[in-house]
């Protein structure tokens, strides 16, 4: 592949619909949901990363490459 980079696309079962970014990125975003996350009262999320290749042109047309 052309200079492409491998990124993930994040969607789950609240509020967020196909973000891409970085596999860090989609851990830290995982990570902080479950901070607050209680067992006995919240409702689990089910989250969905899907592999994608971009190119770095590709990725900065992004809205959320300017996060």
Known sequence: MENKKL?????DSADVSNV???LSGVMSWIEGDMEG????TDEP???IIEPIWLTDEEFDNLPEASI
């Open 7 to 11: 990124y993930y696309q994040l969607s």
């Open 45 to 47: 999320r089910q989250y």
């Open 20 to 22: 891409v970014m970085e």
């Open 37 to 40: 996350f209680n067992h006995e």
